[in-house]
């Protein structure tokens, strides 16, 4: 079997890219090697300026014009008019993507991984029948996310990455916040993010500052103290990459967190991925394309990755920074939109 572009991994870059590319006429197979679309370990956030105004309203579970953020010394609130972030569950996301992306003309095998890639050719595994096919194709996107295969084939080592960990509980609460502590996360952050009927827990930390032990320890005793007991819960840990180092190698693309694409400072990956996904299909169809907005992601990412690297310098200067930080935010002199990577 033949197709023109073969998109490894159905998360939001990969299915993005698809529908592009599938209502530009190209033939297109997105494989998942997980049974159904959609899942992943995540705390469901988008931010208004990236993607809240382009998902679809169903899709929100809860949206928040009100952000509260806690560090050692302040407790602060910053409110807009808009919702400044909602969350969404990533299984309907998926979903929601799937169909569009099908619509589009895409074709979609789940139970089925990549498992070997040669020049031009790639070996599927499907997991339901056990049988193994080889496809050949013209283009290959990597859209298979932080431990990609895809990645790893072109020699592209990933060393910068950040460690997230969640816990989704049952709970109806209405606010959002953040919280801060070089003591407990380095420069990292603990989160409360409510979904509809469920909310989600977790931590994220940079791998160079804090080792994934340490990071759960920390979170459950911060959870406690927060009046939530964790430790009935299962926690669901992945690694974000955050090691950009190029999204175009010729007839291969890696888009997302396969390409390193997600912020390293808070661990958002949707919206670069969605964005590189469609770009990477814009490209596939217009070798002359130019991405601007490519160019202004890259920006924001390199900009959260050196505020990671100064930030880890050391305990002291990083609990200096994150106080001058939410000082900054509470005085309306940071904009809580440059802690994002929506441009
Ligand atoms: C705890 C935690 C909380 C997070 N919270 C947020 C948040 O609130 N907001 C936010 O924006 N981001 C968040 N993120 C990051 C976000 O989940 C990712 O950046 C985003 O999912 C990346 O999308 P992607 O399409 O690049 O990759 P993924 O969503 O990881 O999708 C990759 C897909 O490829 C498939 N795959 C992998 N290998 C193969 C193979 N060999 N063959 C076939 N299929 C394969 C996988 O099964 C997967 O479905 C969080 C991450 C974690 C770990």
Redesign the pocket.
């Known amino acids: 079997m033949h197709v023109h572009t073969l998109i490894?991994?159905?998360?939001?870059?990969?299915l993005a890219c698809a529908e592009v590319l599938a209502k530009n006429g190209k033939n297109v197979l997105v494989?998942?090697?997980?049974k159904v679309v959609g899942p992943?370990?995540?705390?469901?956030?988008?931010t208004w300026s990236g993607l809240i105004s382009r998902v679809p309203a169903n899709l929100a579970e809860k949206s928040f014009p009100v952000q509260y953020i806690k560090s050692p010394l302040q407790s602060i609130s910053i409110k807009e008019k808009d919702p400044i972030i909602a969350t969404v569950n990533r299984k309907r996301l998926g979903q929601q993507m799937a169909e569009q992306a099908k619509n589009a003309g895409a074709s979609i095998r789940t139970a089925t991984?990549?498992v070997q890639l040669d020049t031009g050719k790639a070996l599927l595994h499907d997991k339901s029948s056990d049988k193994k096919e080889w496809i050949s194709f013209d283009y290959l996107v990597g859209?298979?996310?932080?431990s990609s295969?895809v990645r790893r084939s072109l020699g592209i080592p990933s060393t910068r990455l950040g460690i997230?960990?969640?816990y989704q509980i049952p709970g109806d609460v209405d606010k959002m916040e953040w919280h801060l502590s070089n003591a407990l996360f380095k420069n990292g952050y603990a989160w409360i993010?409510p979904h509809s009927r469920t909310l989600s827990i977790?931590a994220y930390a940079d791998r160079a500052s804090l080792g994934a032990a340490e990071l759960k320890k920390n979170l459950l005793f911060w959870a406690k103290k927060q009046g939530y007991q964790l430790t009935q819960h299962k926690a669901h840990a992945?690694y974000?990459n955050y090691d950009y180092q190029g999204w175009c190698f010729k007839k291969v693309y890696l888009?997302?967190?396969?390409a390193g694409l997600?912020s390293g400072l808070t661990?958002?990956?949707?919206?670069p991925?969605i964005i590189s996904g469609e770009e990477t299909a814009r490209s596939i169809c217009d070798p002359h394309y130019t991405s601007t907005i490519m160019t202004q992601l890259v920006e924001r990412h390199a900009k959260h990755s050196r505020m990671v690297t100064i930030s880890g310098k050391s305990g002291l200067l990083n609990a200096f920074l994150a106080e001058l930080m939410t000082l900054g935010l509470r005085s309306g002199m940071i904009k809580f939109n440059k802690m994002e990577m929506a441009i």
Do not use: H
């Open positions: 490894v991994g159905a998360g939001p870059g990969g494989t998942e090697r997980k992943k370990v995540c705390a469901g956030g988008i991984a990549v859209a298979d996310g932080s295969l997230g960990i969640n993010f977790g992945e974000i888009v997302g967190d396969a997600a661990g958002e990956g949707i919206y991925a």
